[in-house]
T-cell receptor, first 117, second 111 residues
Framework: ETGVTQTPRHLVMGMTNKKSLKCEQH?????MYWYKQSAKKPLELMFV???????ENNSVPSRFSPECPNSSHLFLHLHTLQPEDSALYLC????????????????FGDGTRLSIL | GESVGLHLPTLSVQEGDNSIINCAYS??????FIWYKQESGKGPQFIID?????DKRQGQRVTVLLNKTVKHLSLQIAATQPGDSAVYFC??????????FGPGTRLSVLP
C-alpha cells in the first residue's frame, strides 16, 4: 500500500467547474510536489512545497492553485480548466534537502486521472 | 499530423534474461539520479538511486551504472520476470528538490 494517497482517482469536469485534488502522505516527509503526466510529454514538475512553504512554481497557469496546510496534506485547486489540462496528476513527497543540500528520493501516489470536457 | 502520444522506446526481453535500460541525462551538474518503475494505472515507484560520487550501485536484482563523462545512466535488471513489465523512468536532480524526468522506456517481458 502506497504511503502517498491521492483522491479522487478519477475526475471528469467541465471547463467552468471548480474542483480540488487531494494528497496525503503518511511517510513523515516534509516536502510535497505536484506533477503533471500527459500522453504527449514526460513527467512535468508543477509545484514544490518544502516545510509548508512554496519553493517552486514551474510557470504553471493560474487556473491551478496549490495549497499546503501542513506537511502531510497537499491540495491542487482547479478552476476554469482547458481540454489540454486533461492528464494524470501525481503527488509526491520526500524529505527536504539534507544538510549538504542533496536531493532526496520522492515517493509518488497513484495519481488522479483528470478529464476536461 | 498531430502526435497521438509520446512515443516511448520499447525493450522486449525474454523471461529470465537480463535487461538493460539506458538514459541520457542533460545537465552535467546533476548530482543525484533515481530510477522509477511505473505500472499501468499506478504512480512511479522508486527502484534505486545513485549519487554522482558513485559509479555503480546494486540493489535486489537491479544495478544502476552512472557514467558522468558521457552523461549516461543505465538500469540493469537481472533475471527479468513478467512482473518487471512496466515503463521505466530515469530522473536527474538539477538543483535542490527539482527533478527532471526522462521520457521513459517500456519494458515488455516475453514468456
Amino acid at each position: 500500500e502506497t504511503g502517498v494517497t491521492q483522491t479522487p482517482r478519477h475526475l471528469v469536469m467541465g471547463m467552468t467547474n471548480k474542483k480540488s485534488l487531494k494528497c496525503e502522505q503518511h511517510l513523515g516527509h516534509n516536502a510535497m510536489y505536484w506533477y503533471k503526466q500527459s500522453a504527449k510529454k514526460p513527467l512535468e514538475l508543477m509545484f514544490v512545497y518544502s516545510l509548508e512553504e512554496r519553493v517552486e512554481n514551474n510557470s504553471v497557469p493560474s487556473r491551478f492553485s496549490p495549497e499546503c496546510p501542513n506537511s502531510s496534506h497537499l491540495f491542487l485547486h482547479l478552476h476554469t480548466l482547458q481540454p489540454e489540462d486533461s492528464a494524470l496528476y501525481l503527488c509526491a513527497s520526500s524529505q527536504a534537502l539534507d544538510l549538504l543540500g542533496a536531493g532526496q528520493p520522492q515517493h509518488f501516489g497513484d495519481g488522479t486521472r483528470l478529464s476536461i470536457l | 499530423g498531430e502526435s497521438v502520444g509520446l512515443h516511448l522506446p520499447t525493450l522486449s526481453v525474454q523471461e529470465g534474461d537480463n535487461s538493460i535500460i539506458n538514459c541520457a541525462y542533460s545537465n552535467s551538474a546533476s548530482d543525484y539520479f533515481i530510477w522509477y518503475k511505473q505500472e499501468s494505472g499506478k504512480g512511479p515507484q522508486f527502484i534505486i538511486d545513485i549519487r554522482s560520487n558513485m559509479d555503480k550501485r546494486q540493489g535486489q536484482r537491479v544495478t544502476v551504472l552512472l557514467n558522468k563523462t558521457v552523461k549516461h545512466l543505465s538500469l540493469q535488471i537481472a533475471a527479468t520476470q513478467p512482473g518487471d513489465s512496466a515503463v521505466y523512468f530515469c530522473a536527474e536532480n538539477i538543483n535542490g528538490q527539482n527533478f527532471v524526468f526522462g521520457p521513459g522506456t517500456r519494458l515488455s517481458v516475453l514468456p
